[in-house]
């Protein structure tokens, strides 16, 4: 089962996604908008998590690694091999896609905490490679670059513009956005929740759960390599940070306390979490994390559907293949 | 690990040469100078006295490193067992292990700035880790135990508190902490701190202790009653919470140790416990969830095999292809690297 998002919750992100386009830019100043863009960013690192797990059933710890291999690869292409703009760009959502594949065929087949552990490792490897080689890639100072120019036929892209860059992430978060709905809504979405919920059922059909799984995984794994190579177009700077399996744990709590198992959730929970940051103290910004580990352990316990399961009166965890048991 | 089967004791050590040329390469490709050498280092006609003596530096240097290797694997060893036991027994995936093990690092930290004293640090904080370990367990996971989802979101997030709890009252730099002056004693011709000698066998004493423990006393029987069957060992009257939280007890005291006297050998900061948690896991893993045995050897296996691979590398790749490594191992192990290859009798 799934939760569908209560209406008023719908409203709310198509009513944020109209703001966005239309009369924000307007009334917002550069600093509102650059919250935007870094909301429009983070929640697609939560809806990658929320996919892989809400949607597949998978604890992936690993989201972050796409995602930072997508910054990373657009900026070693500009800086460390010096490409143009587009080859830099496809790079960036290829690389991810490539690792996702090579990795899933891997990690699907490991069930529940093997799982996890195998994500948390896969990211740990990835920044000790970064980290070993710190002449080319930056190491722990991260890496600076810039965006070499673009052209689009005859016309030059503003890439430098304020406006231009927030349009350009706000359109293509969209984008992403309807893409994924579009993907959960059809026969393969179904699927994927099949593979959660029933493994032995859906091989009884005949399908392989672990090609299933593979297929969200590597949705996934292109959700946030997206996203990565955004944060890289507007922030200019690679830091292996980004890749630590407990960036993907904020992740988590984003999509979390939006609300497992739906595609509002992670956008809501980002949106909300990322300005309550935001507005509080520079103290308080320091020992932020600190409320993220107890929000976390508060939703999990006490609220487990997040706000979307909280405001349509359910109060259910989406179950995982954590278990390897087949259910109902 | 090595085994030398063969009666000669040279055996060993042709294995090493072996294992050090098949490395070389992969030193090549990151620009270590020590395979270099191996590289050259030619038999039979191309043997010369100059080239044989960058040999027995090369072996010198891998048995040095193979036994920090020994010693880290010891220390590795400690959390592992600890993460087992919470483990086999609660089926908590413990991600807050790790911060144990960073808690006891700190303690001794502060208690050698206060005191001036490591010994009583030493005796002190795996103490108080693994009071906080009980208190974790009665209060926070009592009710979610048994769930696995949930209890690594929770165990996440007490980690993530404990983290930036230590952040904000020791700071994000790393710090140091100077061993006892105990001396060096001279071994293969290097000069060998004891006090990594005396740590290895503090390690070794309380794995045996705790073997003990869990084979001869009745907390110990309570314990792996309580693994093999909750339900029965309700059912006889053992005092199932009381367990729960003296396993977590120990296992937090175990890795709080370990953090005690890894602490004048490593820099303390407030990531480390989460850097070390995935070799703790893999170390649970590759030893086997329910063997405490194969934990210790995993264990000491990751620390050998990291050891030896320095030799011909950074220590950062060191650490990266070890864990490559051992979760080839796994995977292959489970027969679902891929799928034609299962085994017989693997699921």
């Known amino acids: 089962m799934s939760l569908r998002a209560p209406v008023g919750l719908r409203v709310v992100l198509v009513g944020l996604v109209i703001f966005a386009l239309g009369i924000g830019p307007t009334l917002l100043d550069p600093y509102g908008r650059t919250l935007v863009v870094e909301i429009a960013i983070w929640s697609m690192l939560a809806l990658s998590f929320g996919l892989v797990f809400g949607f597949a059933g998978m604890l992936s710890f690993c989201q972050s690694l796409f995602f930072g291999a997508g910054v990373y690869a657009v900026a070693l292409a500009f800086e460390g091999f010096g490409w143009t703009f587009w080859w830099g760009l496809a790079a960036g959502v290829f690389l991810p896609v490539v690792l996702a594949l090579t990795l899933g065929v891997f990690l699907v087949r490991l069930r529940g905490h093997n799982f996890v552990i195998g994500s948390v490792i896969a990211s740990l490897i990835a920044v000790y490679l970064i980290l070993s080689d710190s002449e080319f890639t930056g190491g722990d100072d991260g890496l600076p670059f810039s965006l070499p120019a673009a052209r689009l036929g005859s016309l030059a892209v503003p890439l430098g513009d304020d406006y231009f860059k927030y349009y350009m992430v706000v359109i293509v978060a969209i984008l992403i956005l309807l893409s994924v709905w579009r993907v959960i809504t059809s026969p393969l979405g179904r699927m994927f929740l099949a593979a959660r919920d029933n493994e032995v059922r859906l091989e009884f059909l005949g399908y392989r759960p672990e090609r299933v799984r593979l297929a969200a995984f590597v949705l996934a794994g292109a959700v946030a390599g997206l996203g990565g190579v955004l944060y890289a177009s507007v922030f200019r700077y690679a830091s292996v940070q980004l890749l630590r399996w407990t960036t993907s744990g904020e992740a988590v709590m984003w999509c979390l306390l939006g609300g497992v198992g739906t595609i509002v959730g992670p956008v809501i929970g980002t949106t909300a979490l990322v300005m309550a940051k935001d507005h509080l103290s520079s103290w308080l910004e320091r020992s932020y994390p600190i409320f993220v580990g107890l929000g976390i352990i508060l939703v999990v316990i006490r609220f487990p559907g997040g706000l979307v399961g909280l405001l349509s009166g359910r109060r259910v965890l989406v179950k995982s293949t954590a278990h390897g048991e087949p259910s109902g | ?347």
């Open chain 2, 1 to 347: 690990m090595l085994a030398a089967q063969g009666a000669s004791p040279l055996r060993p050590l042709s294995l090493l040469r072996v294992g050090l040329r098949v490395l070389a390469p992969v030193g090549d490709l990151t620009g270590g100078s020590v395979s270099e050498a191996v590289c050259r280092v030619g038999d039979g006609d191309n043997w010369s006295p100059d080239k044989r003596n960058k040999e027995v530096d090369i072996l010198a240097a891998a048995s040095f490193q193979a036994l920090n290797g020994v010693v880290w694997g010891l220390m590795v060893a400690l959390i592992s067992v600890g993460l087992s036991l919470i483990f086999g027994l609660t089926e908590v995936i413990n991600v807050a292990h790790g911060e144990f093990y960073m808690l006891g690092a700190v303690l001794a930290w502060y208690m050698a700035a206060w005191t001036g004293n490591l010994w009583t640090a030493a005796l002190v904080a795996p103490i108080a880790v693994g009071g906080l370990g009980l208190l974790l367990e009665r209060f926070t996971l009592r009710r979610i135990e048994r769930r696995p989802v949930v209890t690594i979101l929770v165990t996440f997030g007490l980690a993530l508190i404990l983290q930036h709890v230590v952040l904000l009252v020791f700071g994000p730099a790393p710090r140091r902490l100077v061993p006892p002056p105990l001396g060096v004693v001279s071994l293969m011709g290097r000069d060998y701190p004891v006090y990594r000698i005396l740590v290895a066998a503090a390690a070794v004493v309380t794995l045996t202790v705790v073997a003990t423990f869990l084979r001869f006393t009745r907390l110990g029987l309570w314990v792996r009653a309580v693994q093999q069957d909750q339900e029965m060992a309700l059912a006889l009257g053992i005092p199932v919470g009381s367990v729960y939280m003296a396993t977590f007890g120990i296992g937090a005291g175990l890795a709080g140790l370990a953090g005690v006297l890894v602490a004048p050998i490593t820099a303390i900061e407030f990531q480390m416990g989460s850097d070390i948690l995935p070799l703790a896991f893999m170390a649970v893993i590759v030893g086997g969830l329910r063997s405490l045995r194969g934990t210790v050897a995993a264990s000491l296996s990751l620390g050998i095999l990291e050891g030896l691979f320095s030799v011909g590398m950074s220590p950062v790749l060191a650490r990266c292809l070890t864990l490559v490594t051992l979760g080839l191992f796994v995977l292959g192990r489970t027969g679902q690297l891929w799928p034609r290859l299962r085994m017989e009798g693997t699921q």
